[in-house]
């Protein structure tokens, strides 16, 4: 039986199939991991009984592939997250804002809300590039050093930002706001349902944003949940 009391991180880190059944369920699991289960649900709308049989037949669906991300030392978790995630989000950054330029030049007209649909998306990418920078630059470099230099017995690297619970707490803020973005972006889309007069580029447009806002949900969780607590810990450490 799932207890109402934990958090949704410590679901999501519990069991590895929780973030797929929290995406399907509505469920914000990235910025969103500190809330209780039964408020999350709550908000959902979703049963905490029907949540508990998702993940069960999620549970049981093969997972040889699945990566235990707990079990990563934090340079192979960084590692991860820019091989697969800013690979993935800088590429899709520069071919939806075409797509999205082709598509509402198109439907616009008749469907007003693309307008704002391509403002939003502006607005997002236009907070990732320099986040993802910062974190390319300058976070996940002393993050990899002082994890160097705790298995190699050395001092701490020198912090200029004191500690590493400031910009850690400046990333949390830039991902709540990627979050409300994404959830505006839904909530126009209406669940990224494709009208009836679409051509190929809508739905292409449509069905990519989804794909990047579950992408984007588990780059946040993976920095969120498992990798600046795992950060916090180890400096605290030294």
Do not use: W
């Not at 494709?194 to 739905?203: F, G, H, L, M, T």
């Not at 969780?221 to 795992?230: D, Q, T, V």
């Amino acid at each position: 039986m799932l207890d109402a009391t934990k958090t949704v991180r410590e679901l999501a880190l519990q069991f590895p199939q929780a973030t797929r059944v929290f995406e399907q369920a509505g469920i914000d699991y990235c910025c969103g991991g500190e809330r209780l289960l039964g408020d999350a649900c709550q908000s959902a709308g979703v049963d905490l009984r029907v949540l508990e049989r998702m993940l069960e037949t999620s549970s049981s669906l093969p997972t040889s592939n699945a990566i235990d991300f707990q079990r990563l030392s934090i340079t192979e978790l960084i590692m991860h997250i820019l091989d697969t995630h800013h690979v993935f989000t800088k590429r899709e950054m520069a071919r939806l804002d075409l797509l999205m330029t082709k598509v509402a030049k198109a439907h616009a007209e008749n469907h007003s809300e693309l307008l704002t649909v391509s403002g939003l998306l502006r607005q997002l990418f236009d907070d990732l590039t320099p986040h993802m920078f910062k974190e390319e630059q300058i976070l996940f470099p002393f993050l990899i050093e002082l994890e160097q230099s705790s298995l190699h017995g050395r001092p701490a690297p020198f912090a200029p930002f004191g500690t590493i619970n400031n910009p850690i707490r400046m990333m949390m803020m830039e991902h709540d706001t990627a979050g409300e973005i994404l959830r505006e972006l839904r909530k126009l889309t209406r669940d990224f349902a494709v009208p009836a007069d679409a051509c190929e580029s809508y739905r292409q447009l449509y069905q990519s944003l989804e794909a990047f806002e579950r992408d984007l949900h588990q780059h946040i969780h993976l920095e969120n949940n498992i990798l600046f607590p795992k950060a916090i810990t180890l400096e605290a450490r030294n």
